[in-house]
Nanobody
Framework: QVQLVESGGGLVQPGGSLRLSCAAS????????MGWYRQAPKKQRELVAT???????NYADSVKGRFTISRDNAKNTVYLQMNSLKPEDTAVYYC????????WGQGTQVTVSS
């Protein structure tokens, strides 16, 4: 089993920044991919960004140039730096760990509003 603990969500004004963190613990074995997904009200969960153990990244087109995913392998932690936030970024953000199976965090709310 893998446990994921997220932190860093909150309320921010348009144009602002937030940094999300997600720490994995338990049966964590390399290599593995970690990532962030989000789900807005009445919408399906969608990919935001992923990063492999080797550091390869993948981003949704809607966040390219604004969001940056990174990881600290020694701490089994993944980060999502979100800049130039827009109201349409409002969603619950979920951390994901993927190796043989998918594990999900509990989700953290990000609200972008003036």
């Amino acid at each position: 089993q893998v446990q994921l603990v997220e932190s860093g969500g909150g309320l921010v004004q348009p144009g602002g920044s937030l940094r999300l963190s997600c720490a994995a613990s338990g049966s964590v074995f390399s290599p593995y991919t970690m990532g962030w997904y989000r789900q807005a009200p009445k919408k399906q969960r969608e990919l935001v960004a992923t990063i492999t153990s080797g550091g390869s990244t993948n981003y949704a087109d809607s966040v390219k140039g604004r969001f940056t995913i990174s990881r600290d392998n020694a701490k089994n932690t993944v980060y999502l730096q979100m800049n130039s936030l827009k109201p349409e970024d409002t969603a619950v953000y979920y951390c994901n760990y993927r190796r043989a199976f998918d594990y999900w965090g509990q989700g953290t709310q990000v609200t972008v509003s003036s």
